[in-house]
């Protein structure tokens, strides 16, 4: 609306419709509407993207872990790359494997080793007649079993 003074007391008023402004700012609403849910599309695209990439090292070293808790091979390694905190944890893993393994063939031996004593002694109390029972118990001396 637009108002000119014209004289005494009088007054010339124009006004133009508003339906050409109403048209203008519904578009641009329906502009707006459009490119905000490309933009959420669009993130939620990318974040998905970057979660993967950011969680593949948790999923490998998950699958590594549940492949030696399934089969219980302890020579199993985890691939490590970087000094992040992920590749921290994987070494630590690699590490405790790699001294379970060794404790594992140190019980094995240290059993064997008792074992074959055992068996010695007891072959040997089969071959004499008389054989006390303390004879075919293993006697620990100096850290070994005999």
């Known amino acids: 609306?637009?108002?000119?003074?014209?004289?005494?007391?009088a007054a010339l008023e124009v006004t133009r419709s508003l339906e050409d402004v109403d048209a203008v700012l519904t578009e641009t609403r329906n502009r707006l509407i459009l490119v905000a849910l490309a933009g959420v599309l669009l993130a939620s695209g990318l974040g998905t993207l970057v979660a993967r990439a950011a969680l593949a090292p948790v999923e490998r070293l998950t699958k590594v872990i549940e492949e030696v808790a399934k089969t219980r091979d302890l020579s199993r390694r985890v691939a490590t790359t970087g000094?992040?905190?992920?590749?921290?944890l994987a070494a630590s893993f690699t590490r405790c494997w790699?001294?379970?393994?060794?404790?594992?063939?140190?019980?094995?031996?240290?059993?064997?080793?008792?074992?074959?004593?055992?068996?010695?002694?007891?072959?040997?109390?089969?071959?004499t007649s008389r054989c006390s029972p303390a004879a075919s118990?293993?006697?620990?001396?100096?850290?070994?079993?005999?």
């Not at 118990?137 to 079993?145: A, D």
């Open 98 to 127: 790699a001294r379970s393994r060794c404790r594992c063939a140190s019980s094995a031996s240290s059993w064997r080793t008792r074992h074959t004593s055992c068996a010695r002694r007891s072959r040997a109390c089969a071959r």
């Open 137 to 146: 118990r293993p006697t620990r001396r100096s850290g070994t079993w005999s």
């Open 83 to 88: 000094h992040d905190e992920l590749s921290r």
């Open 1 to 9: 609306m637009y108002v000119v003074p014209i004289g005494a007391g």
